[in-house]
């Protein structure tokens, strides 16, 4: 508790701004306290700037804390009176969730219902209904078509009033499936997952105690989103979910290189066989109990149709993982519309996307369950800590020039492509002789340009799958010690021995594209190095301007850059 003669480390301020002082005594207790609804924006040495949001709010309601235990947490740690039109405004953003609520009626099917007339009428006469509702029953429910469910939840928290969805769950066709953890909890307060002994082909793990936390929250909320550090081991909480669900299950991922990964953990961790796991990509169509498919198949069209989306959608399936959910593309999020009869778990690293979707993540896979900030779970001990270094150089004058007379959209390019960042490359590995070492970029030429600078081999898109697959086995036993990738290693690619990043460019401003390629390097290491985060800026451009941004997530969650001079290297 608070000592109520010490000043409190936050200041809540009227614009929703939160400002913690980092190095008071009661920094890390109010930091904790305000985690579940306080959205921190910014990081730096000595204050942290949190905000109130609508959605934070809601995320907080869903998992069932009150307006009330938030007012008295403000309260408890502010240093000066929190506003009063704060605390009523507070108030009232909490309270409209859960106004409304979706549920099973056995008379009418789908039931919309409220408890106030006032939101009820407003939801009926809104456009953004309109087609949406079957009948209105009276003044405080209407019946829903059940194909429409998603889409209500989608046009109402629109609308500003979002569902508690209590509509419930079918349970897909059965299937078992157990963890192979080899010291499950027992006695009081024992987890409730199923667990089995391990074969001889399976190494003795244990769930760590975040995952079973973390699969729990999600199975006993019904649905929603787990956020953890890249490396935290996200693919065993999606197990555990699975071990829980005792069902069929669909597994949407980025690419077949994440599709077989998973398969592997499944084998190595679950009692899973492997008949019982069939891939569904771009090479292989298979629908077994436990289908991994790629988001590229599924938004694949023929003739203007997503023919392999109906396909996949009319299986029984009881549970749909979303391996990271941040990237949803537009026809995944309108087939999970239709799919919300089904429990669905979405696994990430950040919630933040670009095009500011985040309210479709909450409405259509559901409320973020569970979140441990990445530093957290760097101080158990399970990622590895990481030094965050930006590198600046100067363009030479030829291509400042061409720089400063170039068309707006063509500058980024040249200032992120310039020859001068090759050198500097060269020059970081030297410095990492003995280290695993990946070189990322965006733009192919540059990349292409750099393997040959370095000697070292290339990994795009247009990688065949099975060198691909050769030269990351290569990288991960150590046979080479170097690879340059494209964005196609920004996801789910697992390297445990990569201890060095170097960005050379990326996605113009991208957070979570940051996020994810730091993420390549943070399992915990062997020996327990430090892993160590380079990006290549040139000085005074667009490169510059974008790598501020692009460094909005990590400084967010603690990591603090060093800028050091290209000419220091």
Known sequence: MPDSTMPGPLIVQSDKTLLLEVDHLLAEEARHAIAPFAELERAPEHIHTYRLTNLGLWNARAAGHTAAEVIETLTRFSRYPVPSALLVDLAGTMDRYGRLTLREDDGHGLILESTDRAVMAEVLRSKRTSGLIDARLDDFAAAIHPAQRGAIKQALIKLGWPVDDQAGFVEGTAHPIALTETAPPRGEGASTLPSAEPTDARV????REYQRQAAEAFWFGGSGVVVLPCGAGKTIVGAAAMALAQTTTLILVTNTVAA??????????????PDEIGEYSGATKEIRPITIATYQVMTTRRGGAYTHLSLLDAQDWGLIVYDEVHLLPAPIFRMTANLQSRRRLGLTATLVREDGREDEVFTLIGPKRYDAPWRDIEAQGYVAPAICTEVRLTLPENERLEYAVAEHEHQYRIAATTSGKNEVAERLIARHVTDQVLVIGQYLDQLAELSQHLDAPLITGETPLNERQRLY???RVGEISRLVVSKVANFSIDLPEASVAIQVSGSFGSRQEEAQRLGRILRPKADGRTAHFYTIVSRDTADQDFAA?????L?????????????DI
Do not use: C, K, M
């Open 204 to 207: 003795p793990w244990t769930l």
């Open 260 to 273: 077989r990964q998973w398969r592997d953990e499944l084998l190595r961790f679950t009692t899973l066989n």
């Open 473 to 475: 086995d290569a990288f």
């Open 549 to 553: 941004n692009r460094q909005r997530f």
């Open 555 to 567: 400084a967010e969650q603690g990591y603090t850059y060093q800028i050091v001079d290209a000419e």
